[in-house]
C-alpha cells in the first residue's frame, strides 16, 4: 500500500493547480472548523457526519450506484440534522471500532488456513510515468477514484484475513465508545469533531504539499510516530477548546410559588 501511495503522490505533483490548490484550501478551512466549533455547530456536525457514515454503508453493501449513494447522503443529512447526538455518538463509536479493526488486522500476522483475496494491483497511468507532462483533470480523477477504490480493497482484504484477536479489540473499543457517548455526550462530541477535524486538517494539507513537490507522503512515513503525536495533541488541544468556548447550559430550576395559606379562604 505504501508503494501505491508513493506511485499516486508522483502523478499527483502533476495534476492540474486547481484540482489541488481549491480543494486543499475548502477542505483545510471546512476541517478548522470542525476542528474547533464542531460542539457549538452540533447539528451541523451531526449532518456532515452523517452524510459520511451512510455514504460509507451505502459504498460498502451496494454495488456503487450513482442513485443509491445519492439517495444515502441526503437521508444521512437529514438524520444527522435532527438526532445529532445519536448519530454522532453511532457513527464514532463504529469509526473507533474500525480503525482499532484495520491497524490490528495489517499488524498482526494472518491466521493459518485464512483465505487471502486474489492481488489486486494498484492503477497505474503509463502514459504519464516516463515524461513531465500535466495530467489533465479527467485522468486525475479517474486515478483518484481508482485509488480509493484499491484501497478499500486492500482493507477489506485485511479484515477478512484477520486474527479473532483484532475483532475481539474491536467490539471491545465499540462498547467503550458507545458506553462513552451514552454517559458523556458533550466530551464525546468534542472529542469526535476534533479528531474529524484534525484528519481533514491534514488531508487538505496533503493536497497543497502535492502541488508544491514537498512528497508529504515520504515525510510521514520517515517521521510516523511525529506525526502521530501531533495529530492526538490537535486531537486534545481541539477538545479542550470547543468544551471552554462551548459550556454545557445551565440548569434553571424554577422556585414554586409559595400560595398563603389564608388565600382563597373565607374569613
Not at 508513493?6 to 492540474?16: D, G, I, M, S, V
Not at 459520511?52 to 443509491?68: C, H, R, V, W
Request: charged content about 15%; overall charge positive; hydrophobic content about 55%.
Amino acid at each position: 500500500m505504501f508503494e501505491a501511495l508513493k506511485y499516486y503522490q508522483n502523478l499527483a505533483e502533476r495534476f492540474q493547480g486547481q484540482i489541488l490548490i481549491v480543494p486543499g484550501m475548502v477542505i483545510v478551512l471546512i476541517g478548522l472548523c470542525i476542528w474547533l466549533a464542531g460542539l457549538r455547530w452540533r447539528r451541523i456536525l451531526g449532518a456532515i457526519v452523517g452524510c459520511a457514515f451512510f455514504a460509507a454503508i451505502a459504498l460498502s453493501f451496494t454495488n456503487y450506484g450513482f442513485q443509491t449513494v445519492f439517495v444515502a447522503v441526503l437521508l444521512g443529512v437529514a438524520i444527522g440534522a435532527v438526532a445529532d447526538k445519536g448519530i454522532i455518538g453511532i457513527a464514532g463509536s463504529v469509526a473507533a471500532a474500525m480503525i482499532v479493526l484495520v491497524i490490528l488486522s495489517a499488524a498482526l500476522p494472518r491466521p493459518r488456513g485464512s483465505v487471502v483475496l486474489p492481488e489486486y494491483s494498484y492503477p497505474v497511468l503509463p502514459e504519464y510515468e516516463h515524461n513531465d507532462k500535466p495530467i489533465p483533470t479527467r485522468d486525475a480523477i479517474k486515478l483518484s477514484k481508482d485509488m480509493v477504490s484499491y484501497f478499500g480493497y486492500k482493507v477489506m482484504d485485511n479484515i477478512k484475513t484477520a486474527s479473532i484477536v483484532a475483532f475481539v479489540a474491536a467490539i471491545v473499543t465499540l462498547l467503550v465508545a458507545g458506553f462513552a457517548a451514552f454517559a458523556m455526550p458533550r466530551i464525546f462530541i468534542a472529542v469526535v469533531s476534533s479528531s474529524l477535524g484534525s484528519a481533514v486538517i491534514f488531508a487538505g494539507m496533503v493536497l497543497l504539499l502535492f502541488y508544491k513537490g514537498s512528497k508529504p507522503v515520504n515525510c510521514i512515513a520517515e517521521k510516523d510516530r511525529f506525526y502521530i503525536m501531533v495529530l492526538a495533541a490537535m486531537t486534545v488541544f481541539g477538545a479542550l477548546v470547543q468544551l471552554i468556548l462551548s459550556p454545557a447550559p445551565k440548569k434553571i430550576k424554577k422556585e414554586k410559588e409559595v400560595v398563603p395559606e389564608t388565600e382563597g379562604k373565607w374569613r
